[in-house]
């Protein structure tokens, strides 16, 4: 917020209106500015799981530049590769920390008899997941179950 009302402040400076101007013309000036300051101090956030260090964030960032600027040699092809790997073996690092650390917890509230908060952490760490699908139906309504169906359903809809 801070970044952001120092830029918008330097560029209101830079932007006088006239009062005798159109009211249009002096909206679409300071609408313009406003959006210049705003992307100037955009922050990106990407979405990330909670486990992943820093470290590997930075990894990661660090290959999506290097696949922008798009992989034209072998050298880049395999820095790339090096990149991948590093990032998987981070991943699984931080992973298993997280896992150590929620076990660590795990073993403070059963020393300390907090039951409530022991069975909520093994709760979380043995929830079985349950993933949203989507039914296809067709024309009518119907739900579509045969693999063919489905098929030429998503081929009626795609052309």
Known sequence: YGRFKKTFENKIKEYRSDPAKDPEVSWSGLKKVIVEAAKENA?????????ISKDTE???????ILKGKGMFSEEDRQRYS??????????????TAQINNICDELERHSVRHETKDLFQKVKHLTRTRTFKTCAIKSEEGVLLTETKQVLSRWNQYCS
């Open 82 to 95: 090096d990149l991948s790997a590093e990032i998987q073996r981070r991943c699984r690092r931080d992973k």
């Open 43 to 51: 922050v990106h956030n990407t979405l990330m799981k909670d486990f």
């Open 58 to 64: 930075d990894v990661i960032v660090e290959r999506r």
